[in-house]
Protein backbone atom coordinates (compact mmCIF):
# COMPACT_ATOMS: atom_id res chain seq x y z
CA UNK A 1 0.00 0.00 0.00
CA UNK A 2 1.56 3.00 -1.12
CA UNK A 3 -1.03 5.95 -0.32
CA UNK A 4 0.14 8.64 1.83
CA UNK A 5 -2.01 7.37 5.18
CA UNK A 6 -0.05 4.26 5.03
CA UNK A 7 3.01 5.53 6.03
CA UNK A 8 2.93 4.98 9.03
CA UNK A 9 2.45 1.08 8.49
CA UNK A 10 -0.57 -0.83 9.20
CA UNK A 11 -2.35 -3.16 11.45
CA UNK A 12 -4.92 -6.21 10.91
CA UNK A 13 -8.14 -4.95 12.31
CA UNK A 14 -10.98 -7.55 11.96
CA UNK A 15 -9.18 -9.30 9.28
CA UNK A 16 -8.81 -6.49 7.60
CA UNK A 17 -5.24 -5.08 6.59
CA UNK A 18 -5.49 -1.11 7.20
CA UNK A 19 -3.30 1.62 7.09
CA UNK A 20 -2.73 3.10 11.01
CA UNK A 21 -5.03 6.23 10.14
CA UNK A 22 -8.44 5.68 9.88
CA UNK A 23 -11.25 8.28 9.31
CA UNK A 24 -14.32 9.12 11.96
CA UNK A 25 -17.68 10.18 9.97
CA UNK A 26 -19.23 11.51 12.58
CA UNK A 27 -18.97 14.83 11.33
CA UNK A 28 -20.77 14.08 8.33
CA UNK A 29 -23.91 14.95 9.87
CA UNK A 30 -26.22 18.11 10.51
CA UNK A 31 -25.38 20.59 13.60
CA UNK A 32 -25.76 18.46 17.21
CA UNK A 33 -24.75 15.38 14.70
CA UNK A 34 -28.11 15.39 13.71
CA UNK A 35 -29.73 15.26 10.49
CA UNK A 36 -28.47 14.73 7.21
CA UNK A 37 -25.06 17.00 6.12
CA UNK A 38 -26.09 20.45 4.53
CA UNK A 39 -23.86 19.50 2.09
CA UNK A 40 -24.40 15.69 1.30
CA UNK A 41 -22.19 15.92 -1.80
CA UNK A 42 -19.40 17.45 -0.41
CA UNK A 43 -19.65 14.60 2.85
CA UNK A 44 -19.60 11.87 0.10
CA UNK A 45 -16.86 13.96 -2.00
CA UNK A 46 -14.88 13.60 1.76
CA UNK A 47 -14.94 9.77 2.26
CA UNK A 48 -14.21 9.13 -1.32
CA UNK A 49 -11.02 11.33 -0.94
CA UNK A 50 -10.02 9.44 2.66
CA UNK A 51 -10.02 6.10 0.51
CA UNK A 52 -7.75 7.77 -2.16
CA UNK A 53 -5.53 9.27 0.63
CA UNK A 54 -5.48 5.49 1.38
CA UNK A 55 -7.25 5.63 4.60
CA UNK A 56 -8.49 1.80 5.20
CA UNK A 57 -10.89 2.26 8.17
CA UNK A 58 -13.71 4.21 8.36
CA UNK A 59 -16.23 4.43 11.43
CA UNK A 60 -19.73 5.75 11.81
CA UNK A 61 -22.47 4.51 14.25
CA UNK A 62 -26.34 4.30 13.58
CA UNK A 63 -26.33 6.90 16.03
CA UNK A 64 -25.13 9.68 13.74
CA UNK A 65 -27.83 11.73 12.63
CA UNK A 66 -29.27 9.04 13.37
CA UNK A 67 -28.98 6.42 10.35
CA UNK A 68 -28.07 9.46 7.90
CA UNK A 69 -24.70 8.75 8.69
CA UNK A 70 -24.87 5.26 7.49
CA UNK A 71 -26.21 6.32 4.40
CA UNK A 72 -23.75 8.76 3.03
CA UNK A 73 -21.30 5.86 4.08
CA UNK A 74 -23.33 3.49 1.80
CA UNK A 75 -23.48 6.25 -1.01
CA UNK A 76 -20.05 7.47 -0.92
CA UNK A 77 -18.12 3.90 -0.88
CA UNK A 78 -20.63 1.49 -1.43
CA UNK A 79 -19.84 -1.75 -2.85
CA UNK A 80 -16.40 -1.14 -0.40
CA UNK A 81 -13.26 -1.14 -2.17
CA UNK A 82 -10.73 -4.55 -0.69
CA UNK A 83 -8.86 -3.13 1.66
CA UNK A 84 -11.61 -0.87 3.43
CA UNK A 85 -12.92 -1.73 6.61
CA UNK A 86 -16.50 0.01 7.08
CA UNK A 87 -16.99 0.14 11.28
CA UNK A 88 -20.37 0.54 13.20
CA UNK A 89 -21.81 1.16 16.70
CA UNK A 90 -25.00 0.30 18.13
CA UNK A 91 -26.36 1.18 21.88
CA UNK A 92 -26.54 5.05 21.59
CA UNK A 93 -30.13 6.79 21.09
CA UNK A 94 -30.93 10.14 20.30
CA UNK A 95 -34.04 12.13 20.58
CA UNK A 96 -32.44 15.66 19.12
CA UNK A 97 -29.50 17.58 18.06
CA UNK A 98 -26.94 17.15 21.05
CA UNK A 99 -29.13 14.88 22.97
CA UNK A 100 -27.74 11.33 23.46
CA UNK A 101 -28.57 8.39 25.63
CA UNK A 102 -27.80 5.01 25.95
CA UNK A 103 -29.94 1.65 25.33
CA UNK A 104 -27.68 -1.76 25.70
CA UNK A 105 -30.46 -3.81 25.81
CA UNK A 106 -30.22 -7.33 23.81
CA UNK A 107 -33.74 -6.11 21.92
CA UNK A 108 -32.35 -3.06 20.71
CA UNK A 109 -28.99 -3.96 19.81
CA UNK A 110 -30.54 -6.87 17.21
CA UNK A 111 -32.67 -4.24 16.06
CA UNK A 112 -29.84 -2.08 15.72
CA UNK A 113 -27.57 -4.21 13.84
CA UNK A 114 -30.36 -5.31 11.39
CA UNK A 115 -31.01 -1.25 10.53
CA UNK A 116 -27.10 -0.78 10.29
CA UNK A 117 -26.86 -4.08 7.68
CA UNK A 118 -29.91 -2.32 5.69
CA UNK A 119 -28.33 1.20 5.60
CA UNK A 120 -24.90 0.11 5.42
CA UNK A 121 -26.25 -2.62 1.86
CA UNK A 122 -24.70 -5.66 3.64
CA UNK A 123 -24.61 -9.03 4.33
CA UNK A 124 -22.79 -8.95 7.48
CA UNK A 125 -21.29 -5.92 9.51
CA UNK A 126 -17.54 -6.75 9.69
CA UNK A 127 -16.60 -4.74 12.73
CA UNK A 128 -19.81 -4.16 15.42
CA UNK A 129 -19.02 -1.95 18.26
CA UNK A 130 -20.86 -1.17 21.65
CA UNK A 131 -21.13 2.17 21.64
CA UNK A 132 -21.68 2.79 25.43
CA UNK A 133 -22.28 0.53 28.19
CA UNK A 134 -25.41 1.10 29.50
CA UNK A 135 -25.82 1.86 33.25
CA UNK A 136 -29.73 0.23 33.23
CA UNK A 137 -28.51 -3.14 31.66
CA UNK A 138 -26.34 -5.82 32.98
CA UNK A 139 -23.06 -5.37 30.64
CA UNK A 140 -22.68 -9.15 30.26
CA UNK A 141 -26.53 -9.33 28.68
CA UNK A 142 -25.51 -6.52 26.06
CA UNK A 143 -21.78 -8.38 25.36
CA UNK A 144 -24.07 -11.49 24.71
CA UNK A 145 -26.36 -9.61 22.57
CA UNK A 146 -23.34 -8.93 20.13
CA UNK A 147 -22.04 -12.74 20.56
CA UNK A 148 -25.29 -13.92 19.66
CA UNK A 149 -25.15 -11.57 16.18
CA UNK A 150 -21.51 -13.00 15.78
CA UNK A 151 -22.87 -16.28 16.00
CA UNK A 152 -25.45 -15.89 13.53
CA UNK A 153 -23.20 -13.93 11.06
CA UNK A 154 -24.88 -10.85 11.19
CA UNK A 155 -21.38 -9.39 12.59
CA UNK A 156 -18.19 -10.95 11.54
CA UNK A 157 -15.99 -9.33 14.65
CA UNK A 158 -17.73 -7.00 18.40
CA UNK A 159 -15.68 -4.22 19.57
CA UNK A 160 -15.84 -1.67 22.06
CA UNK A 161 -16.19 1.77 22.63
CA UNK A 162 -16.13 3.85 25.81
CA UNK A 163 -15.10 1.04 28.14
CA UNK A 164 -12.71 0.37 31.01
CA UNK A 165 -9.85 -2.24 31.24
CA UNK A 166 -12.11 -4.50 33.52
CA UNK A 167 -15.12 -4.20 31.46
CA UNK A 168 -12.79 -5.19 28.53
CA UNK A 169 -11.64 -8.14 30.46
CA UNK A 170 -15.17 -9.16 31.46
CA UNK A 171 -16.16 -8.52 27.73
CA UNK A 172 -13.72 -10.98 26.57
CA UNK A 173 -14.94 -13.38 28.81
CA UNK A 174 -17.92 -13.62 26.60
CA UNK A 175 -16.66 -13.13 22.52
CA UNK A 176 -13.55 -12.48 21.40
CA UNK A 177 -12.66 -8.41 21.16
CA UNK A 178 -11.55 -7.18 18.15
CA UNK A 179 -11.29 -3.42 18.83
CA UNK A 180 -11.91 -0.56 21.92
CA UNK A 181 -12.88 2.76 20.76
CA UNK A 182 -12.45 5.30 23.72
CA UNK A 183 -11.69 9.34 23.96
CA UNK A 184 -8.12 9.37 24.03
CA UNK A 185 -5.27 12.24 23.03
CA UNK A 186 -2.65 14.23 24.07
CA UNK A 187 -4.70 16.08 26.60
CA UNK A 188 -7.03 12.86 27.40
CA UNK A 189 -4.27 10.44 29.02
CA UNK A 190 -6.81 8.71 31.20
CA UNK A 191 -7.02 5.61 29.11
CA UNK A 192 -3.51 4.90 29.08
CA UNK A 193 -4.21 1.33 31.04
CA UNK A 194 -6.99 0.48 28.22
CA UNK A 195 -3.91 1.33 25.31
CA UNK A 196 -1.66 -1.00 27.28
CA UNK A 197 -3.94 -3.67 27.92
CA UNK A 198 -4.88 -3.24 24.09
CA UNK A 199 -1.28 -3.81 23.20
CA UNK A 200 -0.78 -6.98 25.18
CA UNK A 201 -3.59 -9.07 23.90
CA UNK A 202 -3.12 -7.45 20.19
CA UNK A 203 -6.47 -5.56 20.07
CA UNK A 204 -6.71 -2.56 17.87
CA UNK A 205 -7.51 0.80 19.97
CA UNK A 206 -9.14 3.23 18.17
CA UNK A 207 -8.37 7.04 19.73
CA UNK A 208 -11.70 9.45 18.86
CA UNK A 209 -11.05 12.85 19.35
CA UNK A 210 -7.24 12.56 18.71
CA UNK A 211 -6.69 15.67 17.91
CA UNK A 212 -7.30 17.35 21.25
CA UNK A 213 -4.20 18.89 22.63
CA UNK A 214 -4.94 21.51 25.07
CA UNK A 215 -3.88 25.11 25.02
CA UNK A 216 -0.52 24.67 25.99
CA UNK A 217 0.93 21.30 25.51
CA UNK A 218 4.13 20.53 24.25
CA UNK A 219 2.80 19.62 20.89
CA UNK A 220 2.16 23.46 19.90
CA UNK A 221 6.15 23.84 20.43
CA UNK A 222 6.80 20.53 18.54
CA UNK A 223 4.94 21.85 15.34
CA UNK A 224 6.47 25.05 15.28
CA UNK A 225 10.36 22.94 15.50
CA UNK A 226 9.28 21.16 12.61
CA UNK A 227 7.15 23.55 10.98
CA UNK A 228 4.07 21.57 10.89
CA UNK A 229 0.48 22.04 11.43
CA UNK A 230 -0.42 20.82 15.39
CA UNK A 231 -2.41 18.62 14.23
CA UNK A 232 -0.19 16.65 12.27
CA UNK A 233 1.81 16.58 15.70
CA UNK A 234 -1.04 15.14 17.85
CA UNK A 235 -1.70 12.44 15.63
CA UNK A 236 1.66 10.81 15.19
CA UNK A 237 2.51 10.97 18.37
CA UNK A 238 -0.61 8.81 19.40
CA UNK A 239 0.47 6.81 16.28
CA UNK A 240 4.55 6.44 18.38
CA UNK A 241 2.47 5.33 21.31
CA UNK A 242 1.59 2.08 20.67
CA UNK A 243 1.46 -0.39 17.27
CA UNK A 244 -1.98 -1.10 18.11
CA UNK A 245 -3.33 2.38 17.53
CA UNK A 246 -5.33 3.87 14.63
CA UNK A 247 -6.45 6.83 15.16
CA UNK A 248 -9.92 7.99 13.62
CA UNK A 249 -9.93 11.71 13.10
CA UNK A 250 -12.87 13.40 11.68
CA UNK A 251 -13.56 16.07 9.30
CA UNK A 252 -16.13 17.49 6.24
CA UNK A 253 -13.11 19.70 4.81
CA UNK A 254 -11.17 17.94 2.43
CA UNK A 255 -8.74 20.24 2.73
CA UNK A 256 -8.30 19.06 7.21
CA UNK A 257 -8.52 15.67 5.89
CA UNK A 258 -5.42 16.03 3.41
CA UNK A 259 -3.72 17.88 6.48
CA UNK A 260 -4.77 14.67 9.34
CA UNK A 261 -3.54 12.24 6.62
CA UNK A 262 -0.26 13.87 5.79
CA UNK A 263 0.45 13.52 9.75
CA UNK A 264 0.99 10.03 8.83
CA UNK A 265 4.30 10.68 7.41
CA UNK A 266 5.54 12.87 10.02
CA UNK A 267 8.91 11.89 11.96
CA UNK A 268 9.14 12.62 15.21
CA UNK A 269 12.40 12.06 16.83
CA UNK A 270 12.73 9.97 20.30
CA UNK A 271 13.78 13.30 22.28
CA UNK A 272 10.16 14.97 20.56
CA UNK A 273 8.21 11.75 21.17
CA UNK A 274 9.34 11.90 25.12
CA UNK A 275 8.34 15.04 25.46
CA UNK A 276 4.87 14.73 23.94
CA UNK A 277 4.29 10.71 25.06
CA UNK A 278 6.06 10.57 27.84
Not at 40 to 45: E, H, K, L, M
Not at 102 to 122: F, I, K, M, N
Amino acid sequence: MSAPAAAAGTLVVAGVEVARLGFGAMHLTGPGVWGPPADRGGAVAVLRRAVDLGVGLVDTADAYGPGTNEDVVAEALHPYPAGVLVTTKGGMVRSGPGAWGTDGSPAHLRDACVASLRRLRVDAIDLYQFHRPDPGVPFADSVGALAELRAEGKVRHVGLSNVSVAQLRAAQAIVPIASVQNQYSLHHREGDDVVAACEADGIAFLPYRPLDVGRFHAAHRVARTLGADVRQVALAALLARSPVVVPIPGTASIAHLEINVASAALALDAAQVRKLIG
